[in-house]
T-cell receptor
Framework: NAGVTQTPKFQVLKTGQSMTLQCAQDMNHEYMSWYRQDPGMGLRLIHYSVGAGITDQGEVPNGYNVSRSTTEDFPLRLLSAAPSQTSVYFC????????????FGQGTRLTVV | RKEVEQDPGPFNVPEGATVAFNCTYSNSASQSFFWYRQDCRKEPKLLMSVYSSGNEDGRFTAQLNRASQYISLLIRDSKLSDSATYLCVVTGGYNKLIFGAGTRLAVHP
């Protein structure tokens, strides 16, 4: 029972490089989201999707793109990495019913040098 | 002002102690409330949902006061395994989760 799978677990990028963080879930959840976690700030929402083909911005979307071509996958793209994007990134999924449990991937620790 | 504010911690308590965490939220339209637990360098996991009537799960009791926009978590008879960061979470529009910064608990022998 895989749940939410994120890859890679660790990544070091040079400033200006681009990359894609992968996220896949096997629970047929409609709702998927990406968060970043920085010390002392909690998790902040980057982008979210309420279903295939539908995405929207969260609290801190600048520098990131997403797409949702299938229910299962929700990749996060860093367009031109900056040191300020050094963080831990979590993907999450849940049913669309309000108040349901969100399941998180194991996280990606990204360092931009 | 942060949308969800928590006690900064850390809380250092001996085994067997009772510890209480508090949380306030600013959006009176929030509909759902949770406590998540996050172990060091791991992903958050749901500890319990929080209801207006209050709810209990073993040693854990959660309370919600909508009028004061206040959420609490009480842990009785603390165990070493309770050491973690506890995240207060409320929903914004359409299932968007809004996290507090978390309160770290360290239970020592």
């Amino acid at each position: 029972n895989a749940g939410v799978t994120q890859t890679p677990k660790f990544q070091v990028l040079k400033t200006g490089q681009s990359m894609t963080l992968q996220c896949a879930q096997d629970m047929n959840h409609e709702y998927m989201s990406w968060y970043r976690q920085d010390p002392g700030m909690g998790l902040r929402l980057i982008h979210y999707s309420v279903g295939a083909g539908i995405t929207d911005q969260g609290e801190v979307p600048n520098g990131y793109n997403v797409s949702r071509s299938t229910t299962e996958d929700f990749p996060l793209r860093l367009l031109s990495a900056a040191p300020s994007q050094t963080s831990v990134y979590f993907c999450a999924s849940s049913r669309s019913d309000p108040g349901t449990e969100a399941f998180f991937g194991q996280g990606t620790r990204l360092t931009v040098v | 002002r942060k949308e969800v504010e928590q006690d900064p911690g850390p809380f250092n308590v001996p085994e067997g102690a009772t510890v209480a965490f508090n949380c306030t939220y600013s959006n009176s339209a929030s509909q759902s409330f949770f406590w998540y637990r996050q172990d060091c360098r791991k992903e958050p996991k749901l500890l319990m949902s929080v209801y207006s009537s209050g709810n209990e799960d073993g040693r854990f009791t959660a309370q919600l006061n909508r009028a004061s926009q206040y959420i609490s978590l009480l842990i009785r008879d603390s165990k070493l395994s309770d050491s973690a960061t506890y995240l207060c979470v409320v929903t914004g529009g359409y299932n968007k989760l809004i996290f507090g910064a978390g309160t770290r608990l360290a239970v020592h022998p």
